[in-house]
């Protein structure tokens, strides 16, 4: 690369780049090699392509915000995937402020610290395609797992009074965590998440330092506004995903405001591609995610409370259900036309209206499952609702597919994915076009659970239920799970599911988790994933030595 300059000739800006990139790996072989040659991690052995072509949107530096590395260009791409593919959702956290105060590169800053970057970096690592950040067989890489530990550490350190950072952390921390298989570790750093974010919007703590640090009162209420709602939202989803009251209050801020700036924030590519520019709409899809959520809220409570493992009652289905599905009707009744999903929408757009049809699958799917003395016309209806919302997340995920490709999918979609596949499969769908919805939901399926132990562990849950139900899966699906078995659930690391997740998922998981449960003396009922597991994949396994035998 220094030939060009040595011979008169200027390099190319591209070029440029790419000698930067290589003397960037050999300046780390360099440093790894220096106590020999065994100390040189095998990741780093071969030049990394996905590296050399890559350009990083989100230029930022590694010191003083992480420990764990100082490659510069290794933490730009992973915030830079962090901006494209998961903050397009799981948004949380003011993406302007975050950037500016990273790249001023001073500890103590109002709205960037280790913490949160830390857990922000090993939130990212599932996206990333550099070798030594991307997850293999579905388990997480060493370097996400690092990441997560000076996370816990920094926490540790963390200062008791609430700060914005503080409770953004704790938010990618659990999402990392939950990603990464170990859903009920998330749960109690989702507990904390909540309980200093409420501290945090009804105190506006820590005041005199922000002024310090040149944030005017103005920005810092509204970088907590964007906190608060934003942390709600989150907890929304992960309590309708478990099948739990939503424990948060209704923030009593105002909800993000959308501003004009001129910093790109807000325009969207999917990175790592190096596509046109697209409108990413963070704010105002982020402004129709908080009124869902308060209805989400209620839903919980509804389906969910404290008498959750009994039965709905009449009055419940007869007042609640149908006020819940028309304040959710007027919610989408109300959308702006420029946030409809049509052929080319970006991916913010695409999940968003996801999460309403998970809203949807899991209150008529309660229904389904728990009701006290519904007719045969209320049992219909709710079939029909969860159909049609199955439909609808196909048709979400084939215009991902078509346009964006699955590579790099919201990790949110496990959960319609999987509420949708049940569906199929408790209304024992066999058309031609079920069929084909079902495969294409495994076959995106099947790429989220190479990037996520969780969605690995939910996939063979899946799979599971069908055997158990013997619900024929389409024959186009065979090789897929047999690749999935062979490849990456034989040869997972640890060979126990633990997961507060539940298996009495709507429809019909707790209806086979049930039959299978006659079958052997004793069983109590399954609750969750956990239980699910280590009744189904032990008698799974066990008939499949019978067999061999």
Same mark, same amino acid.
């Given at each position: 690369?220094?030939?060009?300059?040595?011979?008169?000739?200027?390099?190319?800006?591209?070029?440029?780049?790419?000698?930067? !990139?290589?003397?960037?790996?050999?300046?780390?072989?360099?440093?790894?090699?220096?106590?020999?040659?065994?100390?040189?991690?095998?990741?780093?052995?071969?030049?990394?392509?996905?590296?050399?072509?890559?350009?990083?949107?989100?230029?930022?530096?590694?010191?003083?915000?992480?420990?764990?590395?100082?490659?510069?260009?290794?933490?730009?791409?992973?915030?830079?995937?962090?901006?494209?593919?998961?903050?397009?959702?799981?948004?949380?956290?003011?993406?302007?402020? $975050?950037?500016?105060?990273?790249?001023?590169?001073?500890?103590?800053?109002?709205?960037?610290?280790?913490?949160?970057?830390?857990?922000?970096?090993?939130?990212?690592?599932?996206?990333?395609?550099?070798?030594?950040?991307?997850?293999?067989?579905?388990?997480?890489?060493?370097?996400?797992?690092? =990441?997560?530990?000076?996370?816990?550490?920094?926490?540790?350190?963390?200062?008791?009074?609430?700060?914005?950072?503080?409770?953004?952390?704790?938010?990618?921390?659990?999402?990392?965590?939950?990603?990464?298989?170990?859903?009920?570790?998330?749960? /109690?750093?989702?507990? !904390?998440?909540?309980?200093?974010?409420?501290?945090?919007?009804?105190?506006?703590?820590?005041?005199?330092?922000?002024?310090?640090?040149?944030?005017?009162?103005?920005?810092?209420?509204?970088?907590?506004?964007?906190?608060?709602?934003?942390? $709600?939202?989150?907890?929304?989803?992960?309590?309708?995903?478990?099948?739990?009251?939503?424990?948060? &209050?209704?923030?009593?801020?105002?909800?993000?405001?959308?501003?004009?700036?001129?910093?790109?924030?807000?325009?969207?590519?999917?990175?790592? /591609?190096?596509?046109?520019?697209?409108?990413?709409?963070?704010?105002?899809?982020?402004?129709?995610?908080?009124?869902?959520?308060?209805?989400?809220? /209620?839903?919980?409570?509804?389906?969910?409370?404290?008498?959750?493992?009994?039965?709905?009652?009449?009055?419940? #289905?007869?007042?609640?259900?149908?006020?819940?599905?028309?304040?959710?009707?007027?919610?989408?009744?109300?959308?702006?036309?420029?946030?409809?999903?049509?052929?080319?929408?970006?991916?913010?757009?695409?999940?968003?209206?996801?999460?309403?049809?998970?809203?949807?699958?899991?209150?008529?799917?309660? #229904?389904? /499952?728990?009701?006290?003395?519904?007719?045969? %016309?209320?049992?219909?209806?709710?079939?029909?609702?969860?159909? &049609?919302?199955?439909? &609808?997340?196909?048709?979400?995920?084939?215009?991902?597919?078509?346009?964006?490709?699955?590579?790099?999918?919201?990790?949110?979609?496990? !959960?319609?994915?999987?509420?949708?596949?049940?569906? =199929?499969?408790?209304?024992?769908?066999?058309?031609?076009?079920?069929?084909?919805?079902?495969?294409?939901?495994?076959?995106? =399926?099947?790429?989220?659970?190479?990037?996520?132990?969780?969605?690995?562990?939910?996939?063979?849950?899946?799979?599971?239920?069908?055997?158990?139900?013997? $619900?024929?899966?389409?024959?186009?699906?065979?090789?897929?799970?047999?690749? =999935?078995?062979? %490849?990456?659930?034989?040869?997972?690391?640890?060979?126990?599911?633990?997961?507060?997740?539940?298996?009495?998922?709507?429809?019909?998981?707790?209806?086979?988790?049930?039959?299978?449960?006659?079958?052997?003396?004793?069983?109590?009922?399954?609750?969750?994933?956990?239980?699910?597991?280590?009744?189904?994949?032990?008698?799974?396994?066990?008939?499949?030595?019978? &067999?061999?035998?």
């Amino acid at each position: 690369m220094n030939d060009a300059k040595e011979s008169g000739r200027e390099s190319s800006p591209e070029l440029s780049h790419l000698g930067q !990139q290589v003397d960037n790996l050999r300046n780390i072989k360099a440093r790894h090699s220096k106590d020999g040659a065994d100390n040189f991690d095998q990741r780093y052995k071969r030049v990394d392509v996905a590296r050399l072509v890559d350009s990083p949107p989100c230029q930022v530096r590694a010191n003083p915000w992480t420990n764990v590395t100082d490659d510069d260009g290794l933490v730009s791409h992973l915030v830079s995937v962090w901006s494209t593919w998961d903050h397009i959702f799981y948004n949380f956290i003011d993406e302007r402020l $975050f950037m500016r105060d990273m790249k001023r590169h001073v500890l103590g800053s109002t709205f960037c610290s280790p913490f949160l970057v830390n857990s922000l970096l090993a939130l990212s690592c599932p996206y990333s395609d550099y070798e030594e950040s991307k997850p293999r067989r579905g388990a997480t890489s060493a370097l996400m797992q690092d =990441f997560i530990e000076e996370a816990k550490r920094l926490l540790e350190h963390e200062s008791q009074t609430p700060s914005i950072t503080t409770v953004q952390g704790l938010g990618c921390l659990f999402l990392a965590i939950a990603g990464a298989g170990q859903d009920w570790v998330g749960y /109690q750093y989702m507990q !904390q998440a909540i309980s200093m974010c409420e501290a945090l919007s009804e105190t506006n703590i820590r005041r005199s330092d922000a002024i310090a640090n040149g944030v005017g009162e103005e920005e810092l209420s509204k970088a907590i506004d964007y906190t608060c709602w934003g942390i $709600f939202n989150v907890t929304t989803m992960a309590s309708l995903a478990w099948q739990r009251p939503q424990s948060m &209050e209704i923030p009593m801020r105002s909800k993000p405001e959308v501003t004009i700036t001129s910093d790109g924030i807000d325009d969207w590519t999917p990175y790592p /591609q190096q596509d046109h520019r697209h409108p990413a709409r963070k704010i105002d899809l982020m402004q129709q995610q908080c009124g869902l959520s308060v209805i989400g809220r /209620q839903a919980t409570h509804a389906m969910f409370g404290k008498d959750r493992e009994g039965l709905v009652s009449r009055k419940l #289905l007869e007042e609640l259900i149908p006020t819940l599905h028309t304040q959710m009707l007027c919610w989408r009744n109300s959308l702006p036309r420029e946030l409809l999903p049509i052929q080319g929408s970006p991916p913010s757009i695409l999940v968003h209206h996801s999460y309403y049809q998970v809203m949807i699958l899991s209150i008529y799917g309660a #229904l389904k /499952q728990k009701c006290a003395g519904a007719s045969e %016309h209320m049992i219909r209806q709710a079939e029909m609702f969860c159909r &049609e919302a199955a439909v &609808e997340v196909t048709h979400l995920c084939r215009l991902h597919q078509e346009v964006w490709g699955v590579e790099h999918l919201n990790i949110f979609l496990i !959960q319609p994915i999987t509420l949708s596949l049940y569906t =199929f499969m408790d209304d024992n769908q066999q058309s031609p076009e079920s069929r084909s919805m079902i495969t294409d939901l495994c076959i995106i =399926f099947r790429a989220l659970s190479r990037r996520f132990t969780f969605g690995m562990n939910v996939l063979r849950m899946v799979q599971l239920s069908a055997e158990q139900r013997a $619900f024929q899966l389409p024959p186009e699906t065979a090789r897929l799970f047999q690749e =999935f078995e062979t %490849h990456d659930w034989s040869k997972r690391k640890s060979r126990k599911v633990v997961s507060i997740y539940p298996a009495a998922l709507p429809g019909n998981v707790q209806g086979s988790a049930s039959s299978a449960s006659r079958t052997v003396a004793g069983h109590e009922q399954v609750k969750n994933m956990t239980d699910f597991f280590e009744l189904l994949d032990d008698l799974n396994l066990r008939g499949k030595s019978e &067999e061999a035998e």
